[in-house]
């Protein structure tokens, strides 16, 4: 069993920045590559971004690419999702998720463990 708590979601003006954090527990972490994903209203859950299996490599939807950047310390057992340049179209509930086989990094079914989740509100 795997267990992701994110925090740091919250309310900022357009351009502005924020920093999420997912803490994991329940296995070693570094077995299994992390990732992002947003769920706006009414839309379906997205990609954001992602660690490929191994962890040697980012990768990120062309909507996150140069305005966020994901990182890990696998000695804190955390992910995290720094927000650079937000847009009010980047409100969402983010969520962080865990994989424990290569699959797919942008798909969500491939993914086994999922976070509460956490809101962000970018207003214009």
């Known amino acids: 069993q795997v267990q992701l708590v994110e925090s740091g979601g919250g309310l900022v003006q357009a351009g502005g920045s924020l920093r999420l954090s997912c803490l994991a527990s329940?296995?070693?972490?570094?077995?299994?590559?992390m990732g992002w994903f947003r769920q706006a209203p009414g839309k379906e859950r997205e990609f954001v971004a992602a660690?490929?299996?191994?962890?040697?490599?980012?990768l990120y939807a062309d909507s996150a690419k140069g305005r966020f950047t994901i990182s890990r310390d696998n000695a804190k057992n955390t992910v995290a999702l720094q927000m650079n340049s937000l847009k009010p179209e980047d409100t969402a509930v983010y969520y962080c998720?865990?994989?424990?086989?290569?699959?797919?990094?942008?798909?969500?079914?491939?993914?086994?463990?999922w976070g509460q989740g956490t809101q962000v509100t970018v207003s214009s």
């Open positions: 660690f490929s299996w191994g962890g040697y490599n980012t």
């Open positions: 329940g296995r070693t972490f570094s077995t299994y590559a």
């Open positions: 998720a865990a994989r424990l086989e290569s699959g797919t990094y942008y798909n969500s079914e491939d993914y086994a463990y």
